[in-house]
């Protein structure tokens, strides 16, 4: 049974920083791509950032580019969001997602989704 399961989510200051994780277990981690999404209130879920599973090629979405950072460390079957310089508008419950085939930005293609994080960004 595959899982993936999102922590380090919580409340910050606008400007801060904060690290959210997601462990996978039930797949060989190793050969998906992984990416996070977002969903503030009443909005889509909007893509985020993806990255191989090489961990080479990264992808942002515009709006956070410059200050988020994705990594991941396969020995550890896990992939990080480092978000620095938070915004009010990065308020959101952040999903990551595992893909055999990525297409960063095109939720169809991840096969399977953690259950998200809350991050909350005060002005």
């Known amino acids: 049974q595959v899982q993936l399961v999102e922590s380090g989510g919580g409340l910050v200051q606008a400007g801060g920083s904060l690290r959210v994780s997601c462990a996978a277990s039930?797949?060989?981690?190793?050969?998906?791509?992984m990416g996070w999404f977002r969903q503030a209130p009443g909005k889509e879920r909007e893509f985020v950032a993806a990255?191989?599973?090489?961990?080479?090629?990264?992808y942002y979405a515009d709006s956070v580019k410059g200050r988020f950072t994705i990594s991941r460390d396969n020995a550890k079957s896990t992939v990080y969001l480092q978000m620095n310089s938070l915004k009010p508008e990065d308020t959101a419950v952040y999903y990551c997602?595992?893909?055999?085939?990525?297409?960063?930005?095109?939720?169809?293609?991840?096969?399977?989704w953690g259950q998200g994080t809350q991050v909350t960004v005060s002005s």
């Open positions: 997602a595992a893909a055999r085939l990525l297409v960063p930005q095109r939720e169809d293609e991840y096969s399977y």
């Open positions: 039930g797949l060989t981690f190793s050969l998906y791509d």
């Open positions: 990255i191989s599973r090489s961990g080479v090629n990264k």
